[in-house]
């Protein structure tokens, strides 16, 4: 299935691609040449007048769960494909739109390991030009309870990276937005859970929490958003007085729900607004 992607503007510096624009993926590789590959690479006029659009090659028959990131010179999108969601070597992969270019780059493999299945990966770079790549890691065929969040590195723009190394190990940890960066060593990360479901009560189990640090990541201290079971994937946004509004994904395929707060830590219980959600992240 094809689906078209907005061209690049002056876009924030880090975003969640979620409603914003549309992950773009080719057919399946096997069904396209090398050359018409590059070709529905590169961005032509659309049917939406004003706006052009691009597909980007796909590794593997499923891709999803894109992010989209402006660098200092440049745009990467992150995205996970594989043979499908949950199963052995479904990888983080990337491709590139340079400043001066109108074509994707060649899509490639960031990080990927037989028998765990990776998935929603979350990427932001620091004033130093770091690149931080967080995203989760599950055992595959397995489903999510024993999940846990892994972190690389690069230091040059993403041409190269750090093996990854565990970030949460906390068993059902899951990301899928990027955090908010307070300051330089201040950040606010989105944080989920997925024990499960209690089958015998109906009950569902997925929560949410906002994991604190105030150095940078090398230490992180966990803040519950309470009443959030069935919510999860908290967006964050941050208002100029310093207030904190998060925006959460429903289980339940209801509404969109929100929460407050004035320090990061202490949420207020999550309440309903009157946009529907499907059950989809935002």
């Not at 549309?22 to 590059?38: G, H, P, R, T, W």
């Not at 999803?64 to 200092?72: C, M, P, S, T, W």
């Not at 990467?76 to 949950?86: A, K, V």
């Amino acid at each position: 299935m094809k689906r078209s992607t907005l061209r690049k503007s002056n876009l924030p510096s880090y975003f969640s691609c979620a409603l914003l624009c549309i992950l773009a993926v080719s057919q399946n590789s096997s069904s396209l040449d090398a050359k018409s590959q590059s070709d529905t690479a590169t961005f032509n006029a659309s049917k939406i007048a004003g706006v052009e659009e691009a597909y980007l090659p796909k590794l593997f028959r499923s891709s999803h769960a894109a992010n989209l990131l402006k660098l200092y010179n440049g745009d990467l999108l992150f995205w996970f494909s594989g043979t499908e969601e949950g199963q052995s070597k479904v990888a983080i992969v990337m491709s590139r739109l340079a400043n001066s270019s109108r074509q994707w780059s060649q899509t490639i493999e960031i990080d990927h390991r037989a028998e765990r299945s990776f998935q929603n990966p979350v990427a932001f770079q620091l004033p130093s030009g770091r690149i931080w790549l967080i995203h989760t890691s599950q055992p595959a065929g397995k489903g999510q309870a024993n999940a846990d969040v892994l972190y690389l590195t690069s230091d040059n723009f993403g041409r190269t990276w750090t093996n990854p190394r565990p970030l949460f190990k906390e068993p059902g940890s899951f990301v899928r937005q990027p955090p908010l960066l307070v300051s330089k060593n201040d950040w606010l990360l989105p944080i989920y859970y997925t024990p499960g479901l209690d089958i015998t009560h109906g009950a569902e189990l997925n929560y949410s929490a906002v994991e604190i640090t105030s150095d940078a990541g090398k230490t992180w201290r966990e803040c519950r958003i309470p009443d959030s079971n069935g919510l999860v994937q908290p967006d964050i946004v941050r208002f100029p007085d310093g207030r904190l509004l998060a925006f959460l994904r429903s289980r339940y395929a209801d509404f969109v729900y929100k929460s407050t707060s004035t320090n990061g830590c202490d949420w207020t219980p999550p309440v309903a607004t009157q946009l529907p959600n499907n059950n989809s992240s935002f």
